[in-house]
């Protein structure tokens, strides 16, 4: 059967698990499953880490990587998600796309006899989450479960992905975010069903005691038209020094990246000795690299 990664849950926590113990080792021991063959990668909004991170996952998986920007393909403008699909499985051992709904990856997997890898839509973002949770074991040089996870800001692609793995991980989720930037009753009762998630509207109550901090843009891609209301809704949701000295005392700062120095994050804490967000960036490529072999058959 053909295995897609659309969004976080569409793993196992063994999983989950797994890829992470790929994401660890050396790339050339996972071999080269993309030998003589292609990935493509369509982008209908801009990227510099999942661009160049997918890019070089393909490449030390022995692939070719075609990156194309949706001006060139027309999902749904051109031609149909459905007839690119079909046409560009002919091509490529995977597929990988960024785009607006959502809806357009899960068509394209429909049809898809080759993997379909979501490299961000306006659900989900499970190649950051695999990052996210990669970097918070390698700070605490062992397993997420039984840890505190923060999260302030907007409940986002980002924030449902980040939930997901860690929920999985048995990690415990807390929430921060502004009245109308929150869940609904519906995604509250399906994350509450993966494990131990909250969501409040007090950022100090959702860092309190956290071993790791998250945020993330108050503006995704798409949103800007809806920037001015939104900064004001998030008016007291900068994770800032404060706000920081409230987490557990070795508690680390991560953010996906772009991120808007002043907004959702102090410069004080993403410059500062509490941040990984480098590292977190950097683990993007090791990420890739292990979901895609995973799709492809490699197992630890
Ligand atoms: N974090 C992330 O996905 O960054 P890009 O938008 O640059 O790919
Ligand atoms: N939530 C952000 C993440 C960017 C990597 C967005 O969708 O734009």
Redesign the pocket.
């Known amino acids: 059967m053909t295995r897609h990664l659309l969004e976080v849950v569409d793993l196992t926590a063994a999983e989950v698990r797994a890829v992470l113990e790929l994401a660890a080792r050396p790339p050339e021991v996972l071999g080269r499953p993309l030998e003589g063959q292609g990935a493509a990668l369509l982008f209908e ?1 801009p ?1 510099a ?2 661009r160049h991170s997918t890019e070089m996952a393909v490449v030390q998986l022995g692939g070719h990587p075609i990156y194309t920007r949706d001006e060139e393909v027309g999902l749904d403008s051109r031609e149909s998600v459905e007839d690119v699909t079909r046409v560009l499985q002919g091509y490529h051992r995977v597929l990988a796309a960024r785009v607006y709904e959502h809806e357009k990856l899960t068509r394209m997997a429909k049809v898809a006899d080759v993997p379909v890898v979501n490299l ?1 839509s ?1 659900r989900a ?1 499970p190649l ?1 989450a695999l990052a996210d949770a990669l970097t918070m074991e390698q700070v605490l040089g062992g397993p997420l479960s039984g840890r505190l996870v923060a999260y302030v800001g ?1 409940y ?4 449902r992905s980040l939930a997901e793995v860690c929920l999985l991980l048995g990690a415990t989720v807390r929430f921060a975010c502004p009245h109308g930037y929150q869940w609904d009753d519906a995604e509250r009762e399906r994350l509450q069903a993966l494990g131990d998630v909250t969501m409040t509207g007090r950022p100090a109550e959702a860092v309190a005691g956290a071993d790791f901090v998250h945020t ?2 108050w ?5 800007e038209a809806d920037a001015q209301i939104r900064k004001q809704a998030f008016e007291g949701f900068t994770v800032d020094d404060a706000l920081m000295d409230l987490a557990a005392p070795d508690a680390r700062f991560l953010h ?3 991120a808007y120095r002043g907004l959702e994050v102090a410069a004080e804490v993403i410059d500062g000795p509490r941040s990984v967000v480098f590292q977190q960036g950097h683990n993007r490529l090791h990420a890739a690299r292990a979901a895609i072999a995973f799709l492809l058959g490699i197992r630890p």
């Not at 503006?219 to 949103?223: D, F, K």
Request: a negative charge.
């Open positions: 909004k990227s880490r999942t961000l306006d973002h950051q907007d986002n692609n980002v924030a993330d843009t503006v995704s891609m798409g949103q996906c990246l772009p």
